[in-house]
């Protein structure tokens, strides 16, 4: 196995991370030898080179995960929920290499590596416990003509491929379920955080997932993954968290087939401010629900919807409280935001900024990045932002809240409404019913009413419109891993 001391990691835990693919049970290195470098976004600097799977290791792992299939889906319920109970211990245990990784390569402060540590191990313990309560059903035919038995089977093996925001609960989330229902996997992490993905393998192995349940494919070309795993019959289900973009041209791809699809793609979240909203409820909500990851989340809340009674003190708040992040190195005491992930990233937050300044918005804090190196962009908030500004139509994905202000509670609604996406949405008002018989109308697959943090692995994640397909965490996340089979029968 080749694995590499990472700076920062291995100082006082003396852990090196491994950097090949994990196909089989086994640390291989590409079979063209492909490399390519990790960075980390705040410094630029390479972290390590890691190996990119080629063609031929995508046909292993699919091979493995075949061969792998019939033996893992008949281990018991009670046996894989073992398993998947020993992972999120581990992954409780070594919380802090986890966390040091999430932080070099995606940025996050330590603060939120740790929370999301905690979030990503949460879906083990919830499956494991799902595991053995999935329920199928027996019941007599109303006609009373047979019975019906309707039983859950695995879809067998899965395309799992995540994106770099959350580098370990966007796998667990996928991960935990498809193993509690029986089903094999390939996971294709970002390019961007494949070391917390690999890393992860190893805890895997550890707890005791076969050899072949679990591979693990890092590579610099994902389309050659799609392409290659969607066209061979022996993959029957894709399970993609990333861009809408992406999400598509995925879901063109596995019609041919007509492949299982769970699709989680991008937002564009409305966050109402009601006339009645406590001041204090919405800027703590507002600061979690925009600056959570440096407001690189798919449910990060985007547009600022706010009663023109409460606008001033909520943006003038709002403003303040952003001013006052320090913005740095997420492995360094003391930070509230770490960089952006990456270059493309940092220049779409800065031209949807400055385009919306030079139609007419107002900055009220923030409106530029920090100098090098590194992609640090400061907490900005823009208000009197003109309609045709592409921020208010675009997932931002980086530190900037657009407030527009509302005096229409119906045209707030239409307007919160018009766009493609539909995965988050925060209601903030102290007329709970009020805000309930908001969040009602708001098309939206998860919403928070007077709270900014809503993720739970309890709870069905996922999208309407062109937000996804599909739901994880719950039982529902499960069941996206499982075929139903109805047997009529009579005896
Ligand atoms: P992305 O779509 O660019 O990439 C996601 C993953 O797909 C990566 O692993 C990438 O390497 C891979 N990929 C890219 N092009 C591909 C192709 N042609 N074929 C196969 N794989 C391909 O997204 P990103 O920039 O990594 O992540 C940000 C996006 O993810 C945002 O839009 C965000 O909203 C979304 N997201 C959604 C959720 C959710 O639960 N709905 C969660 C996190 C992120």
């Not at 961007?192 to 349940?213: I, M, N, S």
């Not at 360094?332 to 990233?345: F, I, M, Q, R, Y």
């Not at 708001?442 to 809503?454: C, D, H, K, S, Y």
Request: glycine letters at 8%.
């Amino acid at each position: 196995m080749t694995s590499q001391f990472i700076v920062g990691i291995t100082a006082d835990l003396s852990t090196s991370i491994p950097t090949d693919l994990y196909i089989n049970g086994q640390w291989v290195p590409a079979q063209d030898s492909g490399v390519f470098a990790v960075v980390n976004p705040a410094n630029n600097q390479q972290l390590a080179n890691v190996a990119s799977a080629c063609e031929q290791d995508v046909l292993s792992a699919i091979d493995a995960a075949h061969k792998a299939g019939p033996g893992w889906a008949s281990v018991s319920p009670r046996a894989r929920a073992e398993v998947l109970r020993k992972a999120f211990e581990l992954m409780i245990e070594h919380k802090e290499v986890l966390a040091r990784l999430i932080s070099l390569e995606e940025g996050k402060t330590r603060a939120e590596a740790l929370g999301e540590v905690a979030y990503a191990a949460e879906f083990f313990r919830w499956y494991a416990e799902e595991a053995c309560r999935d329920q199928g059903i027996f019941m007599r035919a109303p006609s009373g003509a047979n019975n019906i038995l309707v039983k859950h089977q695995p879809v067998g093996v899965c395309l799992l491929i995540t994106p770099w925001n959350f580098p370990a609960a966007m796998g667990t989330r996928k991960i935990a379920p498809a193993l509690a229902a029986g089903c094999t996997t390939i996971l294709k992490p970002a390019s961007e955080t494949p070391l917390t993905a690999l890393y992860l393998a190893q805890l895997l192995e550890q707890a005791g997932v076969p050899a072949g349940v679990v591979n693990v494919i890092p590579s610099k070309r994902s389309s050659m993954v799609s392409e290659v795993s969607l066209s061979d019959s022996r993959v029957r289900k894709i399970s993609f968290t990333g861009s809408t973009e992406v999400g598509r041209l995925l879901l063109a791809k596995a019609s041919e087939r007509v492949v299982n699809c769970s699709m989680e793609l991008g937002g564009n979240a409305p966050f109402i401010v009601l006339e009645d909203a406590d001041m204090d409820v919405a800027v703590e909500s507002a600061m979690v629900a925009k600056m959570r990851n440096a407001g690189e989340s798919c449910i990060g809340a985007n547009r600022f919807y706010v009663h023109q009674a409460r606008a001033e003190a909520f943006s003038s708040r709002l403003a303040q409280a952003m001013s006052e992040l320090v913005l740095g190195d997420g492995m360094k005491e003391g930070v509230d935001v770490g960089p952006l992930v990456n270059a493309s990233t940092i220049n779409k937050v800065e031209q949807l900024v400055d385009q919306a300044v030079v139609l007419g918005a107002k900055v009220l804090t923030g409106g530029a990045r920090v100098a090098g190196p590194g992609f640090f962009y400061k907490p900005t908030v823009l208000v009197d932002i003109p309609n045709n500004a592409d921020i208010l139509r675009e997932e931002i994905f980086g530190p900037v809240a657009s407030i527009i202000t509302f005096t229409s509670e119906d045209d707030m609604i239409t307007a919160a409404n018009d766009t493609i996406y539909g995965l988050a949405a925060y209601v903030i008002g102290a007329n709970v019913g009020n805000a309930l018989a908001v969040a009602d109308k708001l098309e939206a697959g998860v919403l928070g009413v007077n709270r900014g943090f809503i993720s739970d692995p309890a709870a069905p994640f996922g999208g309407v419109k062109q937000s996804g397909i599909g739901r994880e965490g719950s039982q529902d996340g499960l069941h996206e891993f499982t075929e139903k089979k109805y047997i009529a029968i009579e005896w």
